[in-house]
Every structure is written in C-alpha cells, then in structure tokens.
C-alpha cells in the first residue's frame, strides 16, 4: 500500500519561510516522479513543483520560480519543498504527489498517488 505523509506546513508572516517534506512509502523497487501542488479554498488544484525520478529534470510554475526549491532525499522516497518569500496569496493546502513514472509532469491528473495535504498560512 502506497502512503504519502507530509509535513511542514503552518502560519508564517508574509516574506518568511517554510520547509514541506514528503515521506513515500510502498514503493520499494519503483522509479517514480515526485511534485507538489496546492489548492486555495474555492479554487483547483495548481502546479507548484516537480522532479524526475534521477532528479536531472525540474518544473517550477512561473509563479513561485525563484522562490521555491523542490529536491528529494538520497533515498529518493522523500521530497522536500523550500519556500522563501512567502506570499498570503499562497495560502493553501499543500499536496505531494507521485506520478509512476520516472518523468515528471505539470499536470495533476498524471500523478497516481497524493498525500492528505499540509495547511500553509500566510498573514500579511
């Protein structure tokens, strides 16, 4: 059974910093893709970030380019998330995913496993 578990999320003020992780498991043996998305209350999912299985091949939406940084444990089963310059428009749900494929998309639709999603809040 394949679980992803978050963590990271919580109330920041506008301009600070947080660190989301993603712990996979039940997927031993796999080359998967990895990527976060979002989603505001009264809005859809988006794209935020994602990485290849080997890592060579990165997505950031233009929105958060510069300012986000996604990368993956040594173990590869863990994805981190590090958001800078925090802005209170971020303010969402925060998912990570798994797409069972070794190349990632922007597309959630293409990703056959998600976590229960993190709560980030940012005051202004």
């Known amino acids: 059974q394949v679980q992803l578990v978050e963590s990271g999320g919580g109330l920041v003020q506008a301009g600070g910093s947080l660190r989301l992780s993603c712990a996979a498991s039940?997927?031993?043996?796999?080359?998967?893709?990895m990527g976060w998305f979002r989603q505001a209350p009264g809005k859809e999912r988006e794209f935020v970030a994602a990485?290849?299985?080997?890592?060579?091949?990165?997505s950031y939406a233009d929105s958060v380019q510069g300012r986000f940084t996604i990368s993956r444990g040594g173990a590869r089963n863990t994805v981190y998330l590090q958001m800078d310059s925090l802005k209170p428009e971020e303010t969402a749900v925060y998912y990570c995913?798994?797409?069972?494929?070794?190349?990632?998309?922007?597309?959630?639709?293409?990703?056959?496993?998600w976590g229960q999603g993190t709560q980030v809040t940012v005051s202004a």
């Open positions: 990485m290849s299985w080997s890592g060579n091949r990165i």
């Open positions: 039940g997927l031993t043996g796999a080359t998967y893709a």
């Open positions: 995913a798994v797409r069972r494929m070794a190349t990632a998309t922007t597309r959630a639709p293409d990703y056959n496993y």
